[in-house]
T-cell receptor, first 112, second 113 residues
Framework: DGGITQSPKYLFRKEGQNVTLSCEQN?????MYWYRQDPGQGLRLIYYSQIVNDFQKGDIAEGYSVSREKKESFPLTVTSAQKNPTAFYLC???????????FGQGTRLTVV | DQQVKQNSPSLSVQEGRISILNCDYT??????FLWYKKYPAEGPTFLIS?????DKNEDGRFTVFLNKSAKHLSLHIVPSQPGDSAVYFCAASETGGSEKLVFGKGTKLTVNP
């Protein structure tokens, strides 16, 4: 079955540590996205990528980094510079700008 | 600055009645709009979309209306069912270069039996 997979579902890290969230898709989609959801804040765009080896900052990119070395994969690193990393992170992908995006099931990151 | 706004955090309706969820946008370059439904701790699921060349798109109980001059769109659910209770997100996208996809803050819909 085609889909988009985020792992792990729950992640705990100590303050000051970097952590990488995985996102893999087998839908052959060109564009991939990372969002963060906080209570009352909706889905805020962190980074997005239109094509392999290229990505753009979203609205809240500070403290995050990404890579897009393969079409199928778009990992997100939450660095120690991110002031409030505890959140629900969602990855999405889509074919192009006039199509719907498909989402993974999310990763709940808790930093203690 | 928020480019997609959903000004009603919550909406409560009776089963069988119409639910109307509203969304406003500020970026005139947006030309493709989508609605998603989301349950807690899950990824959003796509409901319906509309291109800026249309003013209405219908899919079963769901209809989306677009008013370009007002930069406003709405999602109508008729008839509303208890299973429709969820958070609904409006999203907007530019075509012709940027693949940026921006979401609103969501509206929590509760359909009472």
């Amino acid at each position: 079955d085609g889909g988009i997979t985020q792992s792990p579902k729950y992640l705990f890290r100590k303050e000051g540590q970097n952590v990488t969230l995985s996102c893999e898709q087998n839908l052959n989609h060109d564009a991939m996205y990372w969002y963060r959801q906080d209570p009352g804040q909706g889905l805020r765009l962190i980074y997005y990528s239109q094509i392999v080896n290229d990505f753009q900052k979203g609205d809240i990119a500070e403290g995050y980094s990404v890579s897009r070395e393969k079409k199928e994969s778009f990992p997100l690193t939450v660095t120690s510079a991110q002031k409030n990393p505890t959140a629900f992170y969602l990855c999405a992908s889509r074919t192009g700008s006039r199509t719907e995006a498909f989402f993974g099931q999310g990763t709940r990151l808790t930093v203690v | 600055d928020q480019q997609v706004k959903q000004n009603s955090p919550s909406l409560s309706v009776q089963e069988g009645r119409i639910s109307i969820l509203n969304c406003d946008y500020t970026n005139s370059m947006f030309d493709y709009f989508l609605w998603y439904k989301k349950y807690p701790a899950e990824g959003p699921t796509f409901l319906i979309s509309i291109s800026s060349i249309k003013d209405k798109n219908e899919d079963g109980r769901f209809t989306v209306f677009l008013n370009k001059s007002a930069k406003h769109l709405s999602l109508h659910i008729v008839p509303s069912q208890p299973g429709d209770s969820a958070v609904y997100f409006c999203a907007a996208s530019e075509t012709g270069g940027s693949e940026k996809l921006v979401f609103g803050k969501g509206t929590k819909l509760t359909v009472n039996p």
